[in-house]
C-alpha cells in the first residue's frame, strides 16, 4: 500500500511538471517572433531591425531629461530627416523644459539658440515661427542665456516674426507676432540688454560664460540693432494707429509688448535718444490721441479688451513720461497735454477708480509741464464742440482744463486717504489691494500737485488756478505749501 501510494504520488507530480512545461513551451513559441522554417534566422528587413534603430529613433520625441535627450532633441531641430510635425513636437517639449534656469545653460552647450534662428529662418510656418520665438522668449529671462541670444544674431530673426509674413492662417500669424513681442520685451530688460542695444560696452560687472562670448560687434554695429529694433517697435504703433487693415493691425497684446520695450529703453538716457529719433513721441501722441477721443474703448467696463486697452494706455502714457523727463523730450511735447488732458478727463468720470491709470497720467503732465512752451496749455478748453462734452459726460466746454481735472484730482486722492486712515477700504470703489491702492493714491496726490505748481509758474495762470480751487484755503494751502507764491495764492483763493 505504502509503494503503491508513493508510485502514485511521483506519478502524479511527474504529470503535473510536463503540463507546466507544456504550457510554458507553447507560451514560448508564441512569443518566438523567428520562423524555423526559414533559412535566416533573421527574417526582417535592415531598416525594421535592431541595426536601425538609432536612426529609426532619430524622429522620435524623447523626454527631454537629461543631457543626451536635450543633445538629441535639439540637433533633430535642424535635421533634413525630421519631418515639420516631430519638430513642432520636439520644440513644446523643450519649451516646456526651458522653465527652469538649470535646463536654459544646458541648452546651451548643444546650440539651442543657431537652432531656434535656422527655424525661423527657414520659414516653417506660424507656429514654428510662435514657438521658436517662445523659446528664445524664455532664454531672454536670464541674463547669461540672455546674451547668448544676442551673441547669437537671433534679434533680426525676431524681427522678422514681429514685423509679420504673408500666410493663409491669421490667427496662427498673430500669435507668432506676439511671441516675438513678448522676445523682444525680455530682451530689453536689464543693463546687459541696453549695452548691448544702445551701442556700449559691457561693464566689468557683467560676466559673460565660456560658451557666451563677450566678442560681439563694435559699438556702431551694436547701435545699428538698437535702431533697427526702435524703428520695428514704432511700426507697431504706426500701424495700430495708422488705419491698417485688420490682418495687418497689431493685436493689443503685441502693442503691449512694444510699449513695455520702449518703457525699458527710456530708462537709460542712450535709449531716450534713439527712441526720439525714431520719433515715437508723435506715435505715442497719435495713440493718445486716438484713445482719448474714443473712451469707451479703454475705460469704465470690465470687459477683457478694454481692460488691456487701459494698460496699453498705462504704458503709453509712462513712456511719454520717461521721454519728457530728458531735455531733449521736453522739446517735442505741444500737443500731448491735449491729449493727456482728455485722458485725464475720461478717468475722472469713474471716482475712486482707475488710479493707477490717473497717477500715470498726471505723472506725465508733471513732466510736461516743466518746459516753459506748454505751461499754458494747462488753462487752456479741452473740448471744441458740444458733441465732444456730450462723448466725455460733461457740461461744460469752454472752462473746462487741465488745471480743474487736475484740483479735482488732488480732492479725490484727498477723500481716499480720509477713508484709508479710518481703515475702511472695502468702501472703495477700486479693486486693487489696500496697499497698492495706498500707492496709487499716494502717486496720484503728489503728482497733480506738483504738475499744478509747475503750471502756477507761469504768472498768467495764476488767475485761472485759483479760480479752479475756489474758495477751499486748506486745499489751497495744501498744494502751494512751502513755495514762494504761498501767499498769494491763498490771499487770491480767498477773495475769490
Known amino acids: 500500500i505504502i509503494f503503491s501510494s508513493f508510485v502514485f504520488q511521483q506519478t502524479h507530480d511527474f504529470t503535473r511538471l510536463c503540463y507546466c512545461f507544456s504550457i510554458s513551451r507553447s507560451t514560448m513559441s508564441a512569443s518566438y517572433h523567428v520562423s524555423d522554417h526559414l533559412n535566416s534566422r533573421h527574417p526582417y528587413e535592415e531598416s525594421t531591425g535592431?541595426?536601425?534603430l538609432a536612426k529609426r529613433?532619430?524622429?522620435?520625441?524623447?523626454n527631454g531629461f537629461g543631457l543626451a535627450s536635450l543633445e538629441h532633441n535639439i540637433a533633430s531641430l535642424t535635421s533634413a530627416e525630421v519631418t515639420v510635425e516631430n519638430k513642432l513636437e520636439v520644440m513644446r517639449t523643450l519649451l516646456a523644459h526651458l522653465a527652469k534656469a538649470e535646463t536654459k545653460l544646458r541648452c546651451l552647450k548643444f546650440g539651442i539658440v543657431a537652432s531656434l534662428k535656422w527655424l525661423v529662418d527657414?520659414?516653417?510656418?506660424?507656429?514654428?515661427?510662435?514657438?521658436?520665438?517662445?523659446?528664445?522668449?524664455?532664454?531672454?529671462?536670464?541674463?547669461?542665456?540672455?546674451?547668448?541670444?544676442?551673441?547669437?544674431?537671433?534679434?533680426?530673426?525676431?524681427?522678422?516674426?514681429?514685423?509679420?509674413?504673408?500666410?493663409?492662417?491669421?490667427e496662427a500669424e498673430m500669435r507668432a507676432r506676439e511671441a516675438a513681442g513678448e522676445a523682444l520685451q525680455l530682451l530689453t530688460v536689464g543693463w546687459s540688454a541696453k549695452w548691448l542695444l544702445l551701442g556700449e560696452d559691457l561693464p566689468d560687472f557683467i560676466a559673460s560664460p565660456d560658451s557666451?562670448?563677450?566678442?560681439?560687434?563694435?559699438?556702431?554695429?551694436?547701435?545699428?540693432?538698437?535702431?533697427?529694433?526702435?524703428?520695428?517697435?514704432?511700426?507697431?504703433?504706426?500701424?495700430?494707429?495708422?488705419?491698417?487693415?485688420?490682418?495687418?493691425?497689431?493685436?493689443?497684446p503685441l502693442l503691449r509688448s512694444a510699449l513695455q520695450a520702449f518703457l525699458n529703453l527710456s530708462s537709460n538716457e542712450a535709449g531716450v535718444g534713439l527712441c526720439l529719433s525714431c520719433e515715437l513721441l508723435a506715435q505715442v501722441d497719435l495713440l493718445l490721441l486716438h484713445y482719448s477721443n474714443s473712451p469707451a474703448k479703454w475705460i469704465g467696463t470690465s470687459v477683457?479688451?478694454?481692460?488691456?486697452?487701459?494698460?496699453?494706455?498705462?504704458?503709453?502714457?509712462?513712456?511719454?513720461?520717461n521721454v519728457c523727463m530728458?531735455?531733449?523730450?521736453?522739446?517735442?511735447?505741444?500737443?500731448?497735454?491735449?491729449?493727456?488732458?482728455?485722458?485725464?478727463?475720461?478717468?475722472?468720470?469713474?471716482?475712486?477708480?482707475?488710479?493707477?491709470?490717473?497717477?500715470?497720467?498726471?505723472?506725465?503732465?508733471?513732466?510736461?509741464?516743466?518746459?516753459?512752451?506748454?505751461?499754458?496749455?494747462?488753462?487752456?478748453?479741452?473740448?471744441?464742440?458740444?458733441?465732444?462734452?456730450?462723448?466725455?459726460g460733461v457740461a461744460e466746454i469752454e472752462t473746462l482744463d487741465v488745471v480743474e481735472l487736475l484740483v479735482s484730482m488732488v480732492s479725490e486722492a484727498n477723500s481716499i486717504i480720509a477713508v484709508l486712515r479710518t481703515k475702511r477700504a472695502s468702501q472703495l470703489l477700486d479693486d486693487l489691494p489696500e496697499e497698492l491702492l495706498a500707492e496709487a493714491t499716494a502717486s496720484l496726490l503728489k503728482n497733480s500737485v506738483q504738475?499744478?505748481?509747475?503750471?502756477?509758474?507761469?504768472?498768467?495762470?495764476?488767475?485761472?488756478?485759483?479760480?479752479?480751487?475756489?474758495?477751499?484755503?486748506?486745499?489751497?494751502?495744501?498744494?502751494?505749501?512751502?513755495?514762494?507764491?504761498?501767499?498769494?495764492m491763498v490771499t487770491a483763493c480767498r477773495g475769490s
Open 212 to 252: 557666451c562670448p563677450t566678442s560681439a560687434d563694435d559699438s556702431q554695429e551694436r547701435l545699428k540693432l538698437g535702431k533697427t529694433v526702435v524703428e520695428a517697435l514704432c511700426g507697431i504703433l504706426q500701424a495700430f494707429t495708422a488705419g491698417e487693415v485688420a490682418r495687418r493691425k497689431p493685436s493689443l
Open 326 to 392: 530728458d531735455p531733449r523730450g521736453k522739446q517735442l511735447t505741444q500737443a500731448l497735454p491735449f491729449s493727456l488732458g482728455k485722458l485725464l478727463l475720461a478717468a475722472a468720470q469713474f471716482p475712486m477708480k482707475h488710479l493707477e491709470a490717473k497717477a500715470a497720467i498726471s505723472g506725465a503732465l508733471c513732466a510736461i509741464f516743466i518746459s516753459e512752451q506748454v505751461k499754458h496749455a494747462g488753462v487752456e478748453p479741452l473740448l471744441s464742440s458740444a458733441e465732444q462734452a456730450v462723448a466725455y
Open 57 to 62: 529613433d532619430q524622429s522620435k520625441l524623447f
Open 122 to 170: 527657414a520659414n516653417l510656418g506660424p507656429t514654428m515661427d510662435e514657438l521658436s520665438c517662445l523659446a528664445l522668449r524664455s532664454l531672454a529671462a536670464v541674463p547669461n542665456s540672455m546674451l547668448a541670444v544676442y551673441h547669437g544674431h537671433a534679434v533680426p530673426s525676431i524681427l522678422t516674426v514681429l514685423q509679420g509674413r504673408e500666410g493663409k492662417d491669421e
Open 451 to 488: 504738475a499744478i505748481r509747475l503750471i502756477s509758474e507761469l504768472p498768467s495762470t495764476r488767475p485761472r488756478i485759483s479760480a479752479a480751487i475756489g474758495t477751499d484755503r486748506d486745499l489751497c494751502a495744501q498744494v502751494f505749501k512751502k513755495t514762494s507764491i504761498e501767499k498769494e
Open 304 to 321: 477683457p479688451e478694454v481692460q488691456l486697452a487701459e494698460t496699453v494706455v498705462k504704458l503709453a502714457v509712462t513712456a511719454v513720461w
Open 50 to 52: 535592431f541595426r536601425a
